[in-house]
C-alpha cells in the first residue's frame, strides 16, 4: 500500500484539463513533486517543490499543495500526455522517506 | 546534460546477490548538492526508493531493505553502485539510478532502467 493516494485512472478529451490528485493527512506540511512514465520508458520530473516545472516542461504543466491533496494540473491535454503520472514527497521522519503514490493512468480519450 | 546508465546482470539466481553499477557522465559524482540513489519499480507497480548515498559520504536506505541493502561510491569512475543480497523472486523489478537534489529530495536526472529477474 501507498502512503500517498492517487487515483488509478483519469480520463480527459484532448484540449481539456486534467486534474490528477495525490492525497496524505496534512500533506501541504510537505514538498510534492510529480513524474510522467511512458510505457517502456524512466519517469520524468514535470513539477517540483509543489509548483515548479524544469527547463523544458511545458506551461501547461502545473502543480498545488493544500489541505490534505496535492495536484497536477495538465491544461490543454494533447495525445502525447497519456502516461503514468506518479507524485513524491520526502518525510526525513519516515524510515523510508522517499515515499510514491502508486500511480495514476491518464488516458486521454 | 548529466547522463545516468545502469548495468549489470539482468538474470540473478534466488539467494544470491544482485549487483549493479550506475555510471554518471555529463557531471561529477562529486558535485555538492546532489545525492546518488537507486529505485525500483515491480512490474506493473509504482515506484519504491531502496535508498541513497549522501554527497557527504554516508548512505540512507529504506528501512524495509536496509538488511539486505549496500550502495557505494566509486568517485575515480564516477559511478555508483548497488548491491542486493539475498534476493528472491520478490526482487525481480526494473532497478533505476537516479540523482537527488538535496533539499526538497527530488530526481532530476534518471538513468533508463534496467530489469533484473530473480529466477532460478
Known amino acids: 500500500s501507498y502512503v500517498l493516494t492517487q487515483p488509478p485512472s483519469v480520463s480527459v478529451a484532448p484540449g481539456q484539463t486534467a486534474r490528477i490528485t495525490c492525497g496524505r493527512n496534512n500533506i501541504e506540511s510537505k514538498v510534492v513533486h510529480w513524474y510522467q512514465q511512458k510505457p517502456g520508458q524512466a519517469p520524468l520530473l514535470v513539477v517540483y517543490d509543489d509548483d515548479d516545472r524544469p527547463s523544458g516542461i511545458p506551461q501547461r504543466f502545473s502543480g498545488s499543495n493544500s489541505g490534505n491533496t496535492a495536484a497536477l494540473t495538465i491544461s490543454r491535454v494533447e495525445a502525447g500526455d497519456e502516461a503514468d503520472y506518479f507524485c513524491q514527497v520526502w518525510d526525513s521522519s519516515s524510515d523510508h522517506p522517499g515515499e510514491f503514490g502508486g500511480g495514476t493512468k491518464l488516458t486521454v480519450l | 546534460q548529466v547522463q545516468l546508465q545502469e548495468s549489470g546482470p539482468g538474470l540473478v539466481k534466488p539467494s544470491q546477490t544482485l549487483s549493479l553499477t550506475c555510471t554518471v557522465s555529463?557531471?561529477?559524482?562529486?558535485?555538492?548538492?546532489?545525492?546518488w540513489s537507486w529505485l525500483r519499480q515491480l512490474p506493473g507497480k509504482g515506484l519504491e526508493w531502496i535508498g541513497y548515498?549522501?554527497?557527504?559520504?554516508?548512505?540512507y536506505y529504506n528501512a524495509s531493505l536496509k538488511s539486505r541493502v549496500t550502495i557505494s561510491v566509486d568517485t575515480s569512475e564516477n559511478q555508483f553502485s548497488l548491491k542486493l543480497n539475498s534476493v528472491t523472486a520478490a526482487d525481480t523489478a526494473v532497478y533505476y539510478c537516479a540523482r537527488v537534489v538535496d533539499g526538497y529530495k527530488f530526481f532530476d536526472y534518471w538513468g533508463q532502467g534496467t530489469l533484473v529477474t530473480v529466477s532460478s
Open positions: 555529463g557531471g561529477s559524482i562529486s558535485s555538492g548538492g546532489f545525492h
Open positions: 548515498f549522501h554527497s557527504r559520504g554516508t548512505p
